[in-house]
């Protein structure tokens, strides 16, 4: 059966539904197959170029480089760019293929556009996990995405901090002047919250009533601090009568859990709300 396949492998490879590259053990393009027309490219344009050139910057190589040398296939999620600068989310399949000494010959990949199911997704997560009043995230997917965070930065070794805080005489406020001027003024911080974090980077949350949580990721050079300073600062620059924020700033170390880490950030919003300076870290 496989005799009678073989003189249509070239058509197979050239125009099945995916897009089907043969690499280098440098990532190099060796062959690549006409479903990248669909992308604006010419296959015969990309041969000889690096890969990642056909990938957003954050993609540096570096599970290349382990496919390479441990020799095992691997399968992740990559950022595709289109020649129109347009990004599509593909999963991306990488197997090695080596000669009867083990050294590897060449990388056959694929990349299979999943724009469509990402944006599925992320609109499955909206509707379960978005808070609509301030259009953050909610309580719900706060454990389940620090957790990932905190994964990634122990990971990565980078330093991961939170953010908590809450809006100082909220409750008289809202005994005073109803709780549409209450919902107002959290949809107002919402705003300020979403505007003051690194879009893509760090994730806010409403905790609960008039608390909220922000995940700092990247969390050295004290941009922490920074970035609770500026939310302080434009939300003082609402000018509500008696209203302040006092906030908590507490940094992940040692395995000490997800609960500790929040336990130890919400004590320092309750010492911040007893000093001159609001925020405490």
Known sequence: MLENILPYIDKILRYTNE??????????????????????YQPESLAGKNYLTLLSPKHKGKRFKEIVNN???????????????GIVNALATNSPVSDKDGNILFVVSTLADITSYKQLQKKLTESTYMDYLTGLYNVRYLY???SEELNRGKRKKEDIAIIMFDIDNFKKFNDSYGHEKGNSLLKRLGTIIRKNIRKGVDFGFRFGG???????????????YEIASRIRE????LNYENLDISMGIEYYFNNSGIKNLIARADKKVYMAKKSNDKIVK
Request: net charge neutral.
């Open 210 to 224: 008039d608390e909220f949580l922000i995940i700092v990721n990247q969390a050295g050079d004290n941009i922490a």
């Open 144 to 146: 389940k995405r620090l």
């Open 234 to 237: 434009s939300f003082l620059n």
């Open 71 to 85: 020799k095992k296939a691997l399968n992740y999620e990559v950022e595709f760019i289109k020649k129109n600068g």
């Open 19 to 40: 897009i089907f590259i043969i690499k280098d053990n440098e990532n190099n393009i060796l062959f690549i197959n006409d479903k990248i027309k669909d992308y604006g």
